[in-house]
């Protein structure tokens, strides 16, 4: 028996701080931690792969050269095997979450020309926050964005060129139910090979 033992766990009442339970607040941690640390990076980088929704892009060109343009990103939620089983998800009921996206430049002019609704892009940028004023009501209004740094298209010209005559037989009411059927299983068990469930390049069969 350690005669300090008892001591050190009975605490004096006269030491005991009242707002010690209290919950710190964000600015009370930053001070207690000090400085962001100068070698810990500090990143702001998005990337996201899924389907454009647009059914018309088009760039909108500025007085001094500059040219924008802006669309909508369809992006299939990513679940682990785990996840499904659990909530039973099965392939093709994951929720689609939209993504406002803004390009520059070079990509802007590259992505009116070759990208229309249902092309499977990836991009790579950072999330901004746009902040401003309704004029109607007075009150503060803001939208996240991406503002994209790199687009790729990450389908063939043999998927777009399907994925268009899909499209097409749907509007004419000629849609080979078969052969549909055929390109979405392959592309499911090609999927399915990864993880259980479909790649988050999609949106969850809305441009299928």
């Not at 766990?9 to 209290?22: G, K, L, M, T, V």
Request: glycine fraction near 10%; aromatic fraction near 8%.
């Amino acid at each position: 028996y350690d005669e300090h033992e008892e001591e050190e766990i009975a605490r004096p009442a006269e030491d005991y701080d009242e707002h010690e339970d209290e919950e710190m607040t964000a600015e009370a941690l930053s001070d207690l931690s000090g400085p962001f640390a100068d070698h810990i990076p500090k990143f702001n980088v998005v990337t996201l792969s899924g389907r454009v929704g647009n059914p018309q892009l088009e760039p909108k060109y500025f007085d001094d050269g500059k040219v924008v343009l802006s669309l909508s990103l369809a992006v299939k939620r990513k679940y682990h095997p785990l996840e499904r089983r659990a909530y039973n998800i099965k392939s093709g009921d994951e929720e689609t979450d939209w993504f406002a996206l803004e390009i520059w430049g070079r990509d802007a002019e590259y992505a009116a020309k070759y990208v229309e609704k249902g092309s499977r892009i990836g991009v790579t940028g950072s999330l901004v926050v746009d902040n401003w004023t309704d004029r109607a009501t007075g009150e503060p209004r803001s939208r996240p964005k991406i503002l994209v740094k790199q687009l790729d298209i990450l389908e063939t010209k043999a998927e777009a060129d399907l994925r268009r005559k899909n499209v097409q037989q749907r509007g004419s009411g000629g849609y080979n139910s078969n052969q549909g059927g055929q390109y979405n299983q392959q592309r499911s068990n090609r999927d399915d090979d990864n993880d259980g469930g479909p790649s988050s390049a999609g949106s969850g069969g809305f441009f299928d």
